[in-house]
């Protein structure tokens, strides 16, 4: 097996192309580079910076490049003894009509083959979407877009759809039936019979959808499709007809909306995801959504392009993003190592805690490094100078924070506020399995209780998650099942019989019939899908905007509450670290390159001088403070955060001004001020569509 022994990450985009690359070799080679490490290349949405956001995973963006490109560049590595190590995403796609997939879905609903793809609960409790996927990409509600007519049908190459500013909604094949039968007296009036006829066919090809399911549905859809598009080219009784659709449509604001209600999606507000949703999104972001990958037909296809890029060894490695989101992440890695074969370098994505280890079962070498870029980062923070930090940050916070209540509040402020729609849905999954205590209280009143209970036990994880895939579970898991439901009662006073409930459901042995060992196991690993959002965006997106003690420690993978390591605690973890992970100091997660954290940690040696400067720089910036409603803006915790970010970027080698530095520091802080969600955030403001 290849292993690389270093490494050059590449972010691939129509501003970096595969060709770019080639131009880059002679230099990596005589860096001393062994292996590139990619981006995700795939075909992504639009104008994509990242490319995690992929709309076709069977071929490399056209923006970027294309397949033979590509072996033309890999066979130059190959002669200089140079491998490809390539990122990949299995956990979620882009969420986008442009994707053909998710097109499919909106037009042909359960007859789409891709129907099953995507996590989509169906069968929602909630009538509205009971049958239709959720689609919150309005920049208000549904009621205001319609009566200020920014939603309207069109009809171009693609047929039918409903346009909210450049999003086009794909209508289902009903209401082209629909459309077209209404209708049929307008191209009466001026079409001949040959006409007619053949616009009668068509029609009556489509209604066959209502009454039995196609075999070739997709195939048959376009074909169908392509054959109206013809009619209109052909007759010019049908194109005036088609606009004649569109038109009167748009000019009857019920018939709209009638139309709208008719699709397999239900298009809201994007806000609205905040309380109410049925699809499983990466973490907040509405815009993708999650696929089924532990499903074996959802992973044979979606991984068809990178097999072929394995077995035609054009890549070396693969590089598992958000390994952590997968319903069973043990399954999916021994399923990606057949398909890649023993000789393939495989790593995750994976955010380890303090003293976490990655499960040793996993069929992989190791992780992508971020605990690496965490111990490097201890190591350069002088842990003598911690009870000096404390002190200081005691008088900026007038009470020194608890780091670790900190993080259990955050993360269920996340829950409660942000993935409310997703609790819920755990929660009626959890109805399901009968042991809520119907006893007290009202129905309502105990469902309540329950969930209180579970949203406590879900921000009480200690870890991103636990891996168990089925009984018994593995000692290390309910080691941290114990920790949590250990935080959790001690936060939930007055739940103790609903915790009693949940610790049946999370006891780890198969104590019940297999169905219901089956149902309770299901919950669990559900519950797992959740608990690692819960920590990004309750930890990583809004603690270490938070708590600000040393904010070069506030870094993904690092834990901020620790305040260093000694020399010999480093060497320790490194003499354990003697296997197949990378070794990354720097990422495209990272919040501060090296040079910022470098400069930042120096704080903790001259905590002294560091005192003295703060105090002296909030003195003379008291003048320029914003008073109101009783508040002063910025106050003392994000002026702290300020002053580090300054002493951590501020240009040497230009003047500020040069360097265009007071313009980047304000729109940072813009940032940062929302990502706290102290006295404000993002979702305070209104979306950009």
């Known amino acids: 097996m290849f292993l690389p022994s270093s490494t050059y990450r590449i972010q691939t985009s129509a501003e970096f192309t595969l060709k770019q690359i080639q131009e880059i070799i002679d230099y990596l080679e005589a860096l001393g580079i062994s292996t590139i490490y990619s981006a995700p290349f795939f075909q992504a949405t639009e104008g994509s910076t990242h490319g995690y956001d992929v709309v076709d995973p069977h071929k490399i963006g056209e923006s970027i490049g294309d397949h033979q490109t590509f072996v033309a560049l890999a066979a130059d590595l190959k002669k200089r003894g140079m491998s490809w190590l390539q990122d990949i995403v299995p956990n979620h796609m882009a969420f986008t009509p442009v994707n053909p997939w998710i097109r499919s879905i909106l037009e042909l609903g359960e007859h789409s083959p891709y129907y099953r793809f995507f996590d989509i609960n169906w069968l929602s409790d909630q009538p509205e979407y009971f049958g239709k996927v959720m689609t919150p990409f309005l920049g208000s509600p549904l009621e205001d877009v319609l009566s200020q007519h920014q939603l309207q049908l069109v009809f171009n190459a693609q047929g039918f759809n409903l346009a909210y500013f450049d999003n086009l909604y794909p209508l289902n094949v009903q209401s082209y039936v629909r459309l077209l039968s209404y209708y049929h007296q307008h191209l009466e009036d001026q079409a001949n019979q040959q006409v007619l006829q053949e616009y009668t066919a068509l029609l009556a090809d489509l209604e066959k959808w209502n009454q039995q399911q196609q075999q070739d549905a997709a195939a048959t859809w376009q074909a169908q499709k392509k054959q109206l598009q013809t009619l209109a080219e052909k007759y010019e009784a049908i194109k005036d007809t088609l606009s004649h659709i569109v038109e009167q449509t748009n000019r009857d604001a019920k018939a709209l909306e009638n139309l709208l209600h008719a699709q397999n999606f239900k298009l809201t507000y994007w806000k609205d995801t905040e309380s109410a949703i049925n699809y499983r999104r990466f973490f907040t972001v509405n815009d993708l959504i999650c696929l089924n990958a532990q499903e074996q037909e959802v992973f044979e296809v979606y991984h068809q392009y990178i097999k072929k890029l394995v077995d035609e060894e054009l890549v070396q490695g693969l590089r598992v993003d958000h390994v952590d989101g997968l319903f069973d992440p043990t399954q999916y890695l021994q399923s990606l190592r057949k398909l890649a074969g023993k000789d393939t370098y495989l790593i995750v994505e994976k955010i380890l805690e303090a003293e976490e280890h990655m499960p040793g079962h996993w069929p992989i070498q190791g992780s992508s490094g971020y605990e690496f870029l965490a111990q490097v980062n201890q190591l350069y923070t002088d842990t003598t100078g911690e009870d000096a930090f404390n002190k200081l940050y005691k008088e900026v916070t007038t009470t020194l924070p608890d780091y670790e209540e900190m993080v259990f509040q955050n993360k269920l402020f996340i829950l409660l506020n942000r993935m409310h729609g997703e609790l819920n849905n755990l929660l009626s999954l959890l109805k399901k399995l009968e042991i809520i205590p119907y006893e007290d209280t009202t129905e309502d009143e105990d469902e309540a209780k329950m969930k209180e ?85 309750g930890v990583e997106d809004t603690t270490f905007y938070v708590y600000n003690r040393l904010i070069s420690r506030n870094e993904v993978g690092d834990t901020a509450g620790l305040f260093g390591i000694s020399a010999d ?27 910022a954290r470098m400069r930042i940690n120096v704080l903790s040696e001259i905590p002294d001088e560091w005192q003295k400067n703060y105090q002296q720089w909030q003195q003379i910036n008291q003048q320029f403070l914003t008073h109101g409603a009783g508040k002063v803006a910025p106050d003392d915790n994000d002026q702290y955060f300020l002053y580090q970010t300054i002493v951590g970027t501020y240009p040497l080698h230009k003047s500020p001004k040069a360097d265009d530095y007071t313009a980047r520091v304000k729109d940072y802080m813009l940032k940062v001020l929302r990502e706290s969600k102290r006295n404000t955030s993002w979702s305070q403001h209104k979306r950009v569509v």
């Not at 973890?573 to 040079?595: C, F, P, V």
């Open 453 to 537: 209970a579970l949203a406590y036990l879900l921000a009480a994880f200690p870890v991103y998650r636990i891996y168990s895939n089925s009984y018994p579970f593995s000692d290390e898991d309910m080691q941290v099942i114990a920790e949590a439901f250990k935080l959790a009662e001690s936060k939930g006073k007055g739940l103790g019989q609903y915790f009693e409930r949940l610790h049946e459901v999370f006891n780890g042995v198969a104590d019940r019939g297999d169905e219901k060992n089956d149902d309770r196991l299901y919950f669990v690993m559900r519950c797992q899908q959740f608990t690692g959002p819960l920590a990004a965006k």
């Open 569 to 595: 605690a480093f060497h320790e973890k490194m003499a354990n670290r003697q296997h197949g992970s990378l070794n990354a100091s720097s990422t495209h997660d990272t919040k501060r390159g090296e040079d």
